[in-house]
Antibody, heavy 119, light 112 residues
Framework: EVQLLESGGDLVQPGGSLRLSCAAS????????MSWVRQAPGKGLEWVSV????????YYADSVKGRFTISRDDSKNTLYLQMNSLRADDTAVYYC????????????WGKGTTVTVSS | DVVMTQSPLSLPVTLGQPASISCRSS???????????LNWFQQRPGQSPRRLIY???NRDSGVPDRFSGSGSGTDFTLKISRVEAEDVGVYFC?????????FGQGTKVEIK
């Protein structure tokens, strides 16, 4: 069964850092682009970042550029999101999702992990 | 950024009746490869999003055939032929043609 399982969400103070992980199983992780998408409480979906398969090319939303870094370890079938200089408006459920253009974008989603930025 | 505008934002429907959601983009979603990267996602209460439709009109495996997607260029529609109770939730359109990728605001479907 294809699965994505996020972890690492926590309560963190403004200005702090956090690293999220997304463990993949049931498919050949290295062949898929992977994204992070977030959802603030009671709000819609916001795409955050994507990393391609193979060369690991990365793209970011302007709201996180320079503060967040997406990476992947294909040997561990795991996607990461390093979040620095966290702000209150980064508070959200963070989902990882599989796939870029070649697979029609985000065909599989995890259950999400909650990040709360508050003092 | 490409702005995705959905309407309506709230859609009360009667069980067994059809429903339609519109999504308009601020730019054409036709990519240089000729494909149109417009998806529809469903988010039931308390659940993660689920992809229903990709590249305008391709239904995902396991998605009931009462769901259909259509459109071209900047104008797209998700239709539910006969709404069932399990269809309650929020529906989002999404474009993956232009950077940054963007979602619509969401349309909340509820039963009258």
């Amino acid at each position: 069964e294809v699965q994505l399982l996020e972890s690492g969400g926590d309560l963190v103070q403004p200005g702090g850092s956090l690293r999220l992980s997304c463990a993949a199983s049931g498919f050949t992780f290295s062949t898929f682009a992977m994204s992070w998408v977030r959802q603030a409480p009671g709000k819609g979906l916001e795409w955050v970042s994507v990393i391609s398969s193979s060369r690991g090319t990365t793209y970011y939303a302007d709201s996180v550029k320079g503060r967040f870094t997406i990476s992947r370890d294909d040997s561990k079938n795991t996607l990461y999101l390093q979040m620095n200089s966290l702000r209150a408006d980064d508070t959200a459920v963070y989902y990882c999702a599989r796939g870029g253009k070649s697979s029609g974008h985000m065909d599989v989603w995890g259950k999400g992990t909650t990040v709360t930025v508050s003092s | 950024d490409v702005v995705m505008t959905q309407s309506p934002l709230s859609l009360p429907v009667t069980l067994g009746q059809p429903a339609s959601i519109s999504c308009r983009s601020s730019q054409s979603l036709v990519y240089s490869d000729g494909q149109t990267y417009l998806n529809w996602f469903q988010q039931r209460p308390g659940q993660s999003p689920r992809r229903l439709i990709y590249k305008v009109s391709n239904r995902d495996s396991g998605v009931p055939d009462r769901f259909s997607g259509s459109g071209s260029g900047t104008d797209f529609t998700l239709k539910i032929s006969r709404v069932e109770a399990e269809d309650v939730g929020v529906y989002f359109c999404f474009q993956g043609t232009h950077w940054p990728w963007t979602f619509g605001q969401g349309t909340k479907v509820e039963i009258k």
